[in-house]
């Protein structure tokens, strides 16, 4: 391939990284404000669909280095509620604030992303035909040129970092395996990989065990677990035995709104809750 076909493609590939990453362009991030101990604010966030109310005057409160779990019926409005953090909705009503000064209602997707809020998918979406190393490596890239980084040496504390995340998500013996060959459980602790490679301060994860044998279950939620406090979490999850094993708080949403608040004990034992969703089974 000649050098300009073959800086197209780069470039190409490029604009792929940036759109998985869902990273941006934009100048200096605002400073993220953390002083009340409140790193994510919902507040009356009303979001309709065709006269269906996807939302309907949600309020949700995440402190600064918690792990939350999100469970909820189909329909409860969980992936709406995430779509709007992450600036892929606007709602009709209502405020969404980062911390004490970032308005997320007035900011892109990729501005989110930037003032640092990751988004892990169910689908865990890797480049399968590079190394496990070499996605960290794009993924640490952000919205620098890849054109650059690709043929620049790594600094020695840019390495130290793919370590720690290697480390951190259990692949460091997998470093130089194609990610196309790693298992579907391997493939999401990567994904998770690539998103704290971003270092965000809050980290959004959609049904992380979804097709995952019971051990890779065991090990996410090590990793999930080890994360908050340094990181805020976000779960939204179905597998019921799975939130037992990591929740701190739950919270209950229900046809838009937040049923119900607390510990696993709490919620399970609400007959609202009951009623609506563990009592039909809790899936």
């Known amino acids: ?31 993220l404000d953390l002083s009340h ?23 949700l409160y995440v402190e600064a280095g918690e792990l939350r779990c999100i469970i909820g ?18 709602p009709d009503l209502g405020s969404a604030w980062f911390g004490q000064t970032v308005d997320l209602l007035t900011l892109t997707e990729p501005e989110i992303a930037e003032v640092g809020i990751g988004r892990k998918f169910q689908k865990p979406t890797v ?7 070499e996605n960290l490596e794009l993924a640490m890239a ?11 040496k790594m600094t020695p504390e840019q390495h130290l970092r793919i370590d720690e995340v290697l480390e951190t998500i ?10 196309g060959s790693l298992s579907h459980g391997q493939k999401q602790w990567l994904e998770i990989g690539m998103l704290l490679m971003q270092d965000p301060a809050l980290l959004l994860v959609d049904e992380p065990v979804a097709g995952m044998t019971p051990q890779e ?39 838009g709104s937040v049923l119900a608040e607390g510990s696993m004990e709490q919620v399970q034992n609400d007959p609202k809750v009951i009623e609506v969703y563990l009592g039909d089974g809790g899936h």
């Open 1 to 31: 391939m000649s050098a300009p076909g073959l800086r197209g493609g780069i470039e190409r590939f490029g604009n792929t990284v940036g759109r998985v990453l869902n990273r941006g362009g934009s100048a200096a991030a605002p400073r």
């Open 37 to 59: 101990d409140i790193i994510l604010y919902l507040e009356g966030i009303t979001v309709s669909f065709d006269g269906f109310r996807a939302l309907n005057n949600l309020s």
């Open 73 to 90: 019926p189909n329909g409860a409005g969980k992936t709406t509620m995430m779509d709007v953090i992450t600036g892929k909705t606007r």
């Open 127 to 133: 480049f399968s035909e590079h190394s496990v190393f």
């Open 142 to 152: 952000g919205n620098k040129s890849v054109w650059r980084m690709l043929f620049a």
């Open 170 to 179: 259990g692949l460091k013996d997998h470093r130089a395996a194609r990610a």
């Open 217 to 255: 279950t065991e090990r996410t939620a090590e990793l999930l677990v080890s994360l908050a406090g340094k990181h805020s979490v976000v779960v939204v999850e179905h597998d019921m035995n799975f939130v037992r094993s990591i929740a701190r708080t739950v919270t209950v949403l229900h046809q």
